[in-house]
C-alpha cells in the first residue's frame, strides 16, 4: 500500500505534479503566506487525488475505477461508507488498515469506520482474572467489565487515529457520543446497550473538518451512563440511519468461505438464494447469523447498498472493481424469463425503455410500436423483479437453426453497479447456443461499456453505412457465419472483425477477442504449482507488474498457509482441483506450474468448461513439456515465435536448457554442418532438479561434485531437436550452486568461418533483442547472470580450421529459463508490451 506524507509549504514557487511532471507555480509577490499555502494545498491534494486514482487502475480497469469513483462521490460523504474493523484487525493488520483508508481518503471519500475490541477486551479481563460470561450469545458486562471495556476502546482507537495521522490522513478519535442507548435487559446482561438513536452531527462535523471519524461501539444513556454495544450490531444500527452505499465488515478471513467445498463465497444475491441458503446444512452459526443480520440490514435500505465481508487488505479492490475480492452481500435483482408478451407487466417494459432506449427518448419510435413488431415472433423477455435490467430476444420460426437475436438489452445504472447484467448474460448463455446482436456505437443505450460487449463475443463485424457494430458467440460453421452477416449487413459480408480464419474460429476468435480488450486493464493470473522455485520467481515478477494480479496460488502442500512474496494483496494458498476452474471466471490467465505429466486434467477441463459455455476462454501456460510437442499450442520463446504469442490462448512455455541451447544455435542454423550433430555440454544449479528432495538438489551430496545425469535421450534434447530441425546432442549435470545454467556448444560448421564471422551473424540476429547479450569478448559466467532476466552468449572460438566453433552461454533457469520467459508469454497473450514488469538491467 502507498503512504504518502503531505510536502512542505515552499514561500514563493510550488509545484504540483500533473499527469507526471512538475510545472512551476509563480505566485505574485504581494500574495500572503496563507494564500501561497491554501493555493499549494489545495494543488497538492488534487495533484495526490489524481495520482492515487492511476494507481487503483492496477487493482481494475479505468472503467471500473472511474465508474465506482463517480458513484461514491455521488452522495454526500457520510453515505459512502460505514466500515466495521473488527479486534484482530487493530492487532494483526493496523498498517494496511491504516494504508488501505488512507487510499480512500486520497481520492476524496471519507468512510466512517466503527471498530471493535473483543481479542483486546479479552486478553485484558484474563489477566485481571475477570472470566467472561455470556447469555444467548451476548457479552454480560457488570461494572468491572465495563471500566476495562472503556479503556480497552480508547486505547484502540487512539492506536488507530496514530496510525492514520503517521500516513498523513486526518482522523478524529470519537469513542463515544454518538450512538444513544436503553439498557437490553440491566438484570440479565448489566451494562449492555440496546440503541435507541444515533447522534450524526459528531460524525458529519468530523466529516466538513476533513477527517475520518473513528468510533467505537460504546453507548450512552440519556443519563450519561456508558453501555457496551456490540460492534456488529452498532455498524448495523448506524447503516440503517445514514442509508451508505457499502456496509463494509472488515475480517482476516476476507470473507464467507462454504462449509463443505471450503471455497470464498463471492456474492449472495438474497432475493434469489436466501431461502435455499439457510437450508444447506453448513450454514448455521456464525455463518447463519451473519447471513440473517445482512438480510435484516439490507431489507431495510435502498436497493443500492451493500454488504462487503472483506480483509484490510483487499478492500480497494472490493470497492473499485466488478469482481471484488471478498464476499459482496446484497439483495440482488431476481430474474425472470417469459416466453409470451402477456405473462410479463407491459409498464415494467414501457418504464425501462422510456428511461434507457435512445430511439425511444429521442421520439424515433414509441414503445407502442416496438411492443406491437415483438406480437408475431418467437421471442422470451428477461427482466428482473424492480424492472433495472430488460434484454429481448427473438428467433426466426420459419428457420430454427439461425441463431437467436438480441434485440435490446436494457439497464440501469443500479443495476450495473449491482453487476447484474453479468448474471443476465449469464443465464442467456445457458439458454442460447449462439446468438447475435447489434450496438450503435453512437447510442448510449443500457449503460455498458462497449468493451461489455466485445469481452463477451467470439468475433465482431463494424458495418461501416450505419456505424454499428454486430456481435456473435457460437456460430462455428462458415458458411452459416457469411449468410448470418450477409443478412445483417444486408451486402456481402468480408470477414468479421476478430476472426483470423473460419477452420479455426473457435480457438481464434478468443486469440482476437483479447485483442480487442483495452490492454490497460489489468488482467488476473492465476498460478496452480506455485510450491516450486519458478512459482515464487513468478509471484515476485507479477508482484511489481502494473498491469498483472495474482488472483489464485494453489498448491497441495502449503493448502491455508499465507502467500509471502506479495504485496498486492493477501493470498493465502488453495488446493484448486480441475473441476474448480470454471468458477473462477476473474481469471484472465492460468500458469501450470506443474511437474511433467501432471497438467492434462486442467487442460482437458478447461478445453470442456470453454467447449460447453461454462467458462469464457483463458489463456493457459504450461510450464511443464507436456505440450512442447504438440503444434497446435504456441511454443513461447517469443524471440523466435513473437507473432504467434500475439493473441495465443494456449502456450507451452520452453524447458530452462532448452531456451539457452537454442539461443547458442539458433543463428548458426545456416551454417550448420548437415552431417555432423552439435554437442551441447549443460550444468545447472541445483534449483533446476525441483524442490522435491533427491541427491541432485542435496547441497552436501553435491558439494565439492558435478552429477551428469540423463546422458541420452533427456526430454531437453528432444525439444531443442524438435524446434530446431536438426539433431542436437546433450548432456547434463548438475553442480553445487543453486541458480544459473552454463552451456558450451560445439557445433561442426558446413563451411570455414573466423570468430569475428560467428560473433558478427550472432550480433545482427540479436540486434533487437532486449533479453539477449551478446559480449564483446570473453565467456559469460554463471555468477555474473544469476538473478538476471537474459541470456549471455561469447566465447565463439573457432578451431584453426575454420569448420567448428565452441559457443558458451549462461542463463537463469528460474528466470528467462521459466518465469520471465512466461511473464513475456503472458504479456504477448494478454496485449500488454513484451517486457512489461520485466527488469531490462
Known amino acids: 500500500m502507498l503512504s504518502i506524507a503531505r510536502k512542505a509549504v515552499i514561500p514563493s514557487v510550488t509545484s504540483r505534479i500533473v499527469q507526471g511532471t512538475i510545472r512551476p507555480i509563480v505566485l505574485a509577490p504581494g500574495q500572503q503566506l496563507s494564500q501561497r499555502r491554501q493555493y499549494y494545498n489545495e494543488n497538492t491534494n488534487k495533484a495526490e487525488k489524481e495520482t492515487i486514482t492511476k494507481l487503483l487502475y492496477n487493482i481494475g480497469s479505468r472503467k471500473e475505477v472511474e465508474q465506482y469513483l463517480r458513484h461514491f462521490s455521488s452522495v454526500e460523504s457520510q453515505k459512502f461508507a460505514v466500515i466495521k474493523v473488527g479486534g484482530a484487525v487493530l492487532t494483526d493488520e493496523l498498517e494496511t488498515l491504516a494504508s488501505a483508508l ?51 476502546f480508547m486505547a484502540e482507537n487512539l492506536k488507530l487515529v496514530d496510525a492514520l495521522e503517521r500516513h498523513g490522513t486526518r482522523a478524529r478519535p470519537i469513542p463515544g457520543g454518538v450512538f444513544v442507548a436503553d439498557y437490553l435487559d440491566k438484570n440479565k446482561y448489566g451494562y449492555v446497550g440496546k440503541i435507541t438513536g444515533i447522534n450524526k452531527e459528531v ?108 480483509s484490510a487488505g483487499h478492500l480497494h479492490k472490493e470497492l473499485f472493481t466488478d469482481s471484488g475480492a471478498g464476499t459482496l452481500i446484497r439483495r440482488g435483482h431476481k430474474l425472470f424469463k417469459y416466453n409470451k408478451l402477456d405473462q410479463v407487466d407491459p ?10 432506449d435512445s430511439s425511444i427518448k429521442s421520439n424515433e419510435s414509441s414503445v407502442a410500436s416496438y411492443i406491437r413488431s415483438l406480437q408475431q415472433k418467437d421471442i422470451a423477455i428477461y427482466t428482473d423483479e424492480p424492472g433495472q435490467i430488460l434484454a429481448i430476444i427473438t428467433k426466426d420460426p420459419t ?48 449503460n455498458l461499456d462497449p468493451s461489455w460487449h466485445f469481452e463477451r463475443a467470439d468475433g465482431s463485424l463494424k458495418n461501416s453505412h450505419d456505424n454499428s457494430i454486430t456481435f456473435f458467440y457460437g456460430i462455428d460453421d462458415t458458411e452459416k457465419m457469411k449468410q448470418t452477416f ?5 451486402k456481402k459480408a468480408t470477414v468479421p472483425v476478430g476472426i483470423r ?41 507479477i508482484n511489481s507488474h502494473p498491469q498483472l494480479n495474482l488472483s489464485h496460488v494453489s498448491s497441495r502442500e502449503l493448502e491455508g498457509k499465507r502467500l509471502d512474496g506479495y504485496t498486492k494483496a493477501d493470498l493465502q494458498y488453495v488446493n484448486l482441483k480441475p473441476e474448480d476452474l470454471k468458477a473462477q471466471e476473474e481469471v484472465d490467465a492460468w500458469v501450470l506450474a506443474l511437474p511433467n505429466g501432471v497438467c492434462t486434467p486442467f487442460v482437458k477441463q478447461i478445453n470442456e468448461d470453454v467447449q460447453s459455455a461454462q467458462s469464457s476462454e483463458k489463456v493457459l501456460v504450461d510450464l ?18 513473437r507473432n504467434n504469442l500475439k493473441g495465443a490462448t494456449r502456450i507451452a512455455n520452453p524447458g530452462c536448457y532448452a531456451t539457452g541451447t537454442q539461443m547458442s544455435l539458433r543463428p548458426l542454423l545456416p551454417f550448420l554442418d548437415k552431417y555432423a550433430a552439435p554437442t551441447v555440454f549443460g550444468v545447472s544449479g541445483y534449483s533446476g532438479a525441483g524442490t522435491k528432495p533427491s541427491p541432485k538438489n542435496d547441497p552436501t551430496f553435491l558439494k565439492d561434485n558435478l552429477i551428469p545425469y540423463s546422458l541420452t535421450n533427456h526430454i531437453h534434447e528432444r525439444e531443442v531437436s524438435y524446434q530446431l530441425g536438426i539433431s542436437v546432442n546433450f548432456i547434463p549435470h548438475v553442480a553445487s550452486w543453486f541458480q544459473g545454467i552454463a552451456l558450451t556448444i560445439n557445433a561442426p560448421l558446413d563451411k570455414a568461418m573466423t570468430s569475428q564471422d560467428i560473433k558478427t ?18 565467456e559469460p559466467l554463471v555468477r555474473d547472470n544469476a538473478g538476471k532476466h537474459y541470456v549471455r552468449i561469447g566465447g565463439f572460438n573457432v578451431h584453426p580450421e575454420g569448420r567448428r566453433v565452441v559457443i558458451t552461454s549462461t542463463i537463469d533457469n528460474l528466470l528467462k529459463g521459466a518465469a520471465t520467459q512466461a511473464l513475456q508469454n503472458l504479456n504477448l497473450a494478454l496485449g500488454f508490451e513484451e517486457y512489461t514488469g520485466i527488469p531490462l538491467d
Not at 511443464?624 to 515465435?641: C, I, K, M, Q, V
Request: glycine letters at 6%.
Open 624 to 641: 511443464s513439456a507436456d505440450h512442447r510437442f504438440d503444434s497446435t499450442w504456441a511454443y513461447g520463446l517469443p524471440e523466435f515465435n
Open 203 to 310: 460524525i458529519e462535523s468530523s466529516i466538513r473538518s476533513g477527517a475520518l471519524p473513528i468510533l467505537t461501539s460504546l453507548a450512552e444513556t440519556p443519563s450519561g451512563q456508558i453501555l457496551n454495544v456490540n460492534a456488529d450490531v452498532a455498524a448495523a444500527e448506524l447503516a440503517t440511519v445514514l442509508e451508505p452505499l457499502k456496509i463494509v465488515f472488515l475480517n482476516e478471513k476476507n470473507g464467507l468461505y462454504h462449509g463443505v467445498t471450503g471455497k470464498k463465497i463471492d456474492v449472495i444475491n438474497l432475493d434469489e438464494e436466501y431461502e435455499d441458503l439457510l437450508k444447506e446444512p453448513w450454514v448455521k452459526y456464525g455463518t447463519k447469523l451473519k447471513i440473517k443480520q445482512c438480510k435484516e440490514l439490507l431489507d431495510g435500505l435502498p436497493r443500492s447498498s451493500s454488504v462487503a465481508i472483506i
Open 501 to 541: 480464419k473460419y477452420s479455426t474460429l473457435h480457438r481464434n476468435s478468443f486469440q482476437s477477442r483479447r485483442s480487442f480488450t483495452s490492454a490497460s486493464r489489468p488482467k488476473n493470473v492465476g498460478l496452480i504449482g506455485a510450491r516450486g522455485y519458478t512459482g515464487r520467481e513468478l509471484i515476485h515478477l
Open 761 to 778: 551473424v550472432f550480433e545482427e540476429f540479436y540486434q533487437n533483442e532486449k533479453l539477449v547479450k551478446v559480449l564483446e569478448t570473453g
Open 102 to 152: 488512507t487510499f480512500l481518503n486520497r481520492v476524496g471519500l471519507y468512510p466512517i469506520v466503527l471498530h471493535g475490541a473483543g481479542p483486546q477486551l479479552n486478553r485484558l479481563l484474563e489477566e485481571a482474572e475477570v472470566e467472561p460470561q455470556y447469555e444467548e450469545g451476548i457479552r454480560i458486562t457488570d461494572a468491572q467489565t465495563l471500566e476495562i471495556a472503556r479503556k480497552v
Open 486 to 490: 450477409n443478412s445483417i449487413a444486408g
Open 399 to 446: 428457420d430454427p437453426s439461425k441463431p437467436a437475436v438480441l434485440e435490446k438489452l436494457l439497464t440501469t445504472k443500479t443495476a450495473v453497479l449491482n453487476n447484474v447484467p453479468e448474471n443476465l448474460w449469464n443465464s442467456i448463455r445457458k439458454d442460447y447456443e449462439s446468438l447475435t446482436w447489434k450496438l450503435d456505437t453512437k447510442s448510449k443505450d443500457g
Open 347 to 356: 409498464d415494467k417494459i414501457r418504464r425501462i425503455m422510456e428511461a434507457e
